[in-house]
């Protein structure tokens, strides 16, 4: 809508009354916003991207190293456990120094991760690739709990689920990367020599993107726009830095009954997630010999169907406000969905891995922003760094425990035993989702003051 701009230095009524009018609110909103979402969406993805390099062709590593299977898929292992315990610390900076400090960590952290798994290019330098693999890790501590606080900072109240969505979406994009391209650049040959070199290209790529992109957030990331996109940030805003403390914003979540219920089904369903992928090359390798590129290529699948998932979530949030309603549905499809593909993985047809495995994405994926925006709304006025990263902080571990389960159950009793885990994993996630109650404190927020 039009906007009429006030005379310089006088005051609209309906700002002094402390409200101001829903258009002119909205008719501040920054362009640099998509381009703040769009630079965050992509070091994000370049991160998630090294995160499963490794798990996609766990057997070519597994050779190349000559380590365990088990080894491999600590690489991915590492991401999660590091986070565990610093969290807290990030989030308190988050709160304290704000998004640009945020950006720039997490940016030069993955680019240097990078530059270091160059170093890891011989059999006997697998401990450098396993540092390059940590640092890589930090990097993500700085950049999981961002979406939900870029969302709220940079956009307004009728797009703030999109915007989230969209900076799940990036990093969900690496993942699905991280699928497709090991396999195509690391095709799986007996010389150690070639090996060595196809490595070496696909590490290269890496730190070149990983360092453009560091030195993109350096000039172009800002820390807020010029004005507040909504009525609940401006009211975040003016809130006076004394009256915060971080501990007993952390207190009050945790006392927060419906929150403590999402955080725990928020961390079934993705720490589900995290196995799968962790594992999935192991899984379609044992039924399917040989076919690493279509290992690559199921991964690929699932993590785009479930893009797609995640952003008609956030657009289907931002229209009707169903926050406890769309969780639950996902929810029991991503049930649904786990259920179909551990019955199907070992029928001999690939055609039908990809199929079933597209289904289970789109909702277990698409499950990840809804997580973030219903926590945000459960828990208004507290930081969504701080909601985000608890929600996180379940996952990882979660992610762990289900890693390890998963993968010694396949290795005593097949893939089914073990994708029946997460299966009696999912149903107990969606008999508690039902328990929470929506008490959606971020739109009381925007109605209250709409009504002022």
Excluded at 46 to 53: E, G, K, L, P, R
Excluded at 300 to 329: F, H, R
Aim: proline share 4%; hydrophobic share 50%.
């Amino acid at each position: 809508g039009m906007v009429l701009q006030e005379p310089a230095g006088a005051p609209s009524p309906s700002t002094e009354a402390g409200g101001g009018d829903d258009a002119a609110a909205e008719g501040r909103l920054s362009r640099l916003r998509w381009v703040v979402l769009l630079l965050f969406s992509s070091y994000s993805l370049c991160n998630a991207f090294q995160w499963i390099q490794y798990g996609s062709i766990n057997n070519v590593f597994v050779r190349f190293y000559g380590v365990s299977a088990f080894a491999i898929d600590w690489l991915s292992m590492s991401y999660m456990l590091i986070y565990i315990p610093l969290l807290f610390p990030v989030a308190w900076l988050l709160d304290k120094r704000g998004l640009r400090l945020i950006a720039l960590a997490g940016s030069a952290l993955n680019a240097m991760g990078a530059w270091v798994k160059l170093g890891s290019l011989k059999p006997h330098l697998f401990p450098v690739t396993v540092l390059g693999q940590v640092i890589c890790g930090l990097a993500q501590v700085f950049i999981l709990g961002m979406p939900s606080r870029i969302a709220s900072v940079w956009f307004g109240s009728h797009e703030v689920s999109t915007a989230c969505s969209v900076a799940v979406f990036g990093n969900q994009l690496g993942i699905a990367a991280g699928f497709l391209v090991p396999p195509v650049l690391i095709p799986n040959v007996e010389d150690v020599e070639k090996l060595a070199y196809h490595i070496s290209i696909m590490f290269f790529m890496t730190a070149g993107v990983a360092s453009a992109l560091f030195i993109l957030v350096i000039i172009v990331f800002k820390e807020k726009p010029p004005n507040p996109p909504s009525r609940a940030q401006a009211s975040i805003q003016s809130r006076p830095t004394a009256d915060y403390s971080y501990v007993e914003s952390i207190l009050r979540l945790l006392r927060n009954a419906n929150f403590v219920l999402l955080m725990v089904t928020y961390g079934l369903n993705v720490g589900c997630f995290y196995a799968l992928s962790t594992l999935l090359n192991r899984m379609v390798i044992h039924h399917y010999p040989g076919e690493e590129v279509n290992a690559g290529r199921i991964g690929l699948t699932i993590v785009l169907s479930g893009m797609v998932g995640a952003l008609l979530s956030g657009i289907w949030l931002d229209k009707t406000k169903t926050y406890k309603q769309t969780t639950l549905v996902v929810y029991i499809m991503s049930l649904v969905g786990m259920i179909v593909y551990t019955f199907t993985l070992s029928l001999g047809h690939l055609w039908v891995v990809f199929v079933t495995a597209g289904l289970l994405g789109f909702f277990m994926t698409g499950y990840l922003p809804l997580g973030f925006e219903f926590a945000a709304e459960l828990t208004y006025p507290e930081s969504e760094g701080t909601s985000s990263g608890l929600l996180n902080v379940s996952a990882q571990i979660f992610g762990i425990a289900f890693t390890i389960g998963q993968g010694q159950i396949m290795d005593r009793f097949g893939t089914k035993a073990g994708n029946l885990l997460l299966c009696s994993v999912l149903f107990l996630g969606t008999v508690m989702t039902t328990f929470i109650k929506a008490d959606l404190r971020r739109q009381q927020a925007n109605l209250e003051n709409e009504q002022t």
